[in-house]
């Protein structure tokens, strides 16, 4: 292959790890076609099959190569409703890159770089021009939740000519992509953007509306009539560790201190915003766990002006879920990784606040269930590290709320939702669910591509299972 | 946007705010709160949902002017309207008719039980309600507390006005007489209702606390306002915000009450500059 994988151009780390604006530049248009050239035009694109939302790869690349850059645009389009959010946030290498063939051989195609410079390009320079709108079929879709699960999931249905209404519990749209994705990662005004363009094809959102307390999901269907209702409200529901000192003034849990930052743009205040958040200048910040939330959490931090700012982990660099991506980008940004190392207890001073946390190190034994050799301490080797901030990013269980309130849907005794996987049908009658509440913490792009799924089993329902076979 | 419908001072600093929102109004039980963000880039704050009118479409709000949102919030007349407003949060108060019920309101915590008091009464419990201010100027719902209780009694610190003391002393002299108590909730400052706690204590008289910790989303998603009940880590967001006051953590409350008192101090300053600057 002569042409090698182009570079994503980047902010210089030790500018950005002071700042909040975009890490990633983007291709330039001629790093875009000239990435795009890679692209082999494989006659089986398995690439297709490795994306979640099946978006027409070899098809849109295509045009990219041609310099068709709206048109490239809206082939994506066809299939995902968030083009430049998955193309900044999927992880491609475990994706639709993991796939690539010239990835067997080479560097995969770049295809994420390459769906995130078509979207920005019509965003820019574009006429945004939506997909067609099939007419009013008089049946109506409740939403719930307006994460990447239910955007989707609105998409096709609002396509097929439903009556679309999305409930969103906080004032801003978007669930994760707001309040958790930093903007360093995802500027705001982009999801802002692509949202727009779902309100300009007849989507309803109604913010400040959480299912379960405000309206129940019975009350949805019985009172307000709704033909159907999706439940995508993630899995937002912070877990802690359990161990003493957990509640001492300045620990935290990354869902909190990234709602601060992100939702409400604590990193502004006081003058842009009125949300305080805890004060990281010249302090010692430790974010406890290994995935995309820990890696957003601390790099967040490092930019409120920790001294320093750790991961700490208990297995090692190989076992940590976030992307490769996210942990190369904070390494360069001057985050400390202390690796095999579990925390045991918070330690705090007369008035509670924090001042350190006592940790022990862990080696690596035999494989758990999980398929990732399981961390064991080692006898004696405890120490204490001062710490001003603890954050924990250990993970998130189901929020109770629809539990409580609909009883008539089955869960796991995880808490998330039982679906028949084909259909993402709950045990209700009408009622369907994708996303984390499903899965439990897993991608932007697996949650779209479970509202893909239900919002195909969802028109096959309403308007009769043959009817609508080949218009997908 | 929520159009504030009306909006008139109960005392120095403590508004009584009606704002449209329809859904809250239909859905709202006693004890539960709701999420209310003033500006486009004000925070979101929890306030209890002091009454509403589901007929009407509006919710009621008592509101002391405390900080930068708050006194933001106190500032707004009828006619005009803030950004957001969420709700009903929270457990609904857990209601039965326990005999004879105490509500206890401290300062603007009166506005909080008054909903409270009136679903006791309408469950059939004999009420008695004892509502403490610092002062005579700053007793607010006095009518509104009669009309619901079978006993109301006004405690003022400085004995500017009914009972001379704070409210524990009157319940004290309450239990005292002998009088037989099933039931007691009080709501008010956290040392107020930590004295509550201790004075019932002994007597194992039930007794609720509605807590007040510090909130962001107030739907369970980040764990900000978490509480120490009987040991465990609770939400009172949504395990809350009433519990057990024999089993809560009054102290661990109250500390982590206190991580931002230096911002809201910075914010609430550059308000003050802001201001200074309008005048100009």
Not at chain 2, 57 to 84: F, H, P, W
Request: with cysteine.
């Amino acid at each position: 292959m002569a042409i090698p994988r182009q570079p994503m151009p980047a902010q210089d780390p030790n500018v950005r790890n002071r700042n909040f604006k975009e890490v990633n530049l983007g291709y330039t248009p001629e790093l875009a076609m000239q990435e795009a050239l890679r692209c082999i035009q494989c006659k089986d694109p398995v690439c297709i099959q490795g994306c979640p939302v099946n978006i027409k790869i070899d098809e849109f690349i295509q045009l990219v190569a041609e310099g068709d850059f709206l048109g490239a645009a809206r082939k994506v389009k066809e299939d995902n409703v968030l083009p430049a959010v998955c193309g900044r946030v999927c992880p491609q290498e475990d994706q639709c890159e993991k796939a690539c063939i010239i990835g067997k051989k080479h560097q995969p195609v770049a295809i994420g770089n390459l769906e995130r410079f078509v979207a920005d390009w019509e965003r820019e320079h574009g006429e945004p021009e939506m997909p067609e709108v099939k007419p009013p079929t008089g049946r109506k879709v409740a939403v719930i939740g307006s994460g990447p699960a239910g955007l989707s999931c609105a998409n096709d249905l609002i396509r097929q000519g439903h009556e679309v209404v999305v409930f969103e519990a906080l004032h801003e749209l978007g669930g994760v992509l707001m309040y958790g994705v930093p903007e360093f990662r995802l500027p705001k005004e982009i999801v802002r953007q692509e949202i727009e363009g779902l309100k300009q094809m007849g989507v309803r959102f109604q913010t400040d509306v959480v299912v379960g307390r405000s309206v129940t999901i019975d009350e949805l269907i019985e009172d307000e009539g709704f033909n159907a209702v999706f439940i995508g409200v993630g899995a937002g529901l912070p877990w802690f560790m359990g161990i003493p000192g957990e509640n001492l003034v300045g620990v935290l849990a990354a869902n909190e201190f990234l709602t601060r930052v992100n939702l409400m743009k604590a990193y502004d205040f006081p003058e842009g915003s009125d949300t305080p958040v805890f004060d990281c200048r010249g302090k010692n910040v430790a974010v406890f766990g290994g995935g995309n939330t820990a890696m957003d959490a601390v790099r967040t931090a490092k930019r409120l002006g920790a001294e320093h700012a750790y991961i700490i982990y208990r297995r090692s660099e190989a076992e940590m879920p976030a992307r490769a991506e996210e942990i190369h980008h904070a390494k360069e940004e001057g985050i400390e990784f202390l690796l095999l190392m579990n925390p045991l207890e918070f330690l705090g001073d007369d008035k509670h606040w924090l001042t350190g946390v006592k940790c022990i190190k862990m080696e690596l034994g035999e494989p758990d269930d999980s398929g990732r050799r399981r961390p064991v301490p080692i006898e004696g080797s405890e120490f204490t590290l001062p710490l001003d901030m603890a954050i924990i990013s250990i993970g998130n269980g189901s929020n109770p709320l629809i539990k409580q309130t609909t009883p008539d849907i089955e869960v796991s005794r995880r808490e998330t939702i039982v679906v028949d996987v084909n259909t993402m049908a709950t045990s209700k009658e009408n009622v369907y669910a994708g996303g984390d509440i499903v899965t439990g913490g897993a991608t932007v792009i697996l949650a779209m591509g479970a509202g893909r799924t239900a919002a195909k089993a969802i028109n096959e329902k309403l308007m009769g299972t043959a009817a609508s076979h080949d218009e997908w | 946007m929520y159009r504030i419908v009306s909006s008139i001072f109960l005392a120095e600093n403590i508004k009584k705010i009606e704002i449209e929102a329809p859904r809250i109004a239909k859905k709202r039980k006693a004890g539960q709160f709701v999420m209310l963000r003033v500006t486009d880039h004000g925070e979101r704050i929890p306030l209890t949902i002091a009454g509403s009118d589901p007929e009407k479409g509006t919710i009621t709000l008592i509101v002391q002017g405390m900080g930068k949102s708050t006194r933001a919030l106190n500032l707004l007349e009828a006619g005009s309207s803030i950004a957001d407003i969420v709700g009903p949060l929270g457990t609904p108060s857990h209601i039965e008719n326990f005999g004879t019920a105490v509500s206890i309101g401290g300062g603007v915590g009166t506005a909080i039980a008054y909903p409270t008091a009136i679903a006791l009464k309408e469950a059939g419990n004999h009420v008695i309600t004892i509502n403490g201010a610092r002062s005579k100027d700053l007793v607010i719902l006095e009518r509104e507390m009669q009309e619901v209780s079978d006993e109301a009694y006004i405690t003022t610190d400085d004995g500017s006005y009914g009972y001379h003391g704070f409210v524990t002393q009157k319940l004290q002299e309450l239990i005292d007489s002998g009088r037989k108590i099933d039931f007691v909730l009080a709501i008010g400052p956290i040392p107020m209702m930590k004295a509550v706690a201790e004075v019932t204590r002994p007597y194992g008289i039930k007794t609720v606390v509605s807590l007040n910790p510090i909130m962001v989303d107030g739907t369970g998603m980040c764990g900000g306002c978490r509480v120490t009940v009987d040991g465990e880590i609770k939400f009172a967001c949504v395990d809350g915000p009433e519990f057990d006051a024999h089993k809560v953590d009054f102290t661990n409350l109250a500390d982590r009450n206190r991580i931002y008192l230096s911002e809201e101090k910075e914010s609430s300053s550059g308000e003050h500059r802001c201001h200074l600057h309008q005048q100009k």
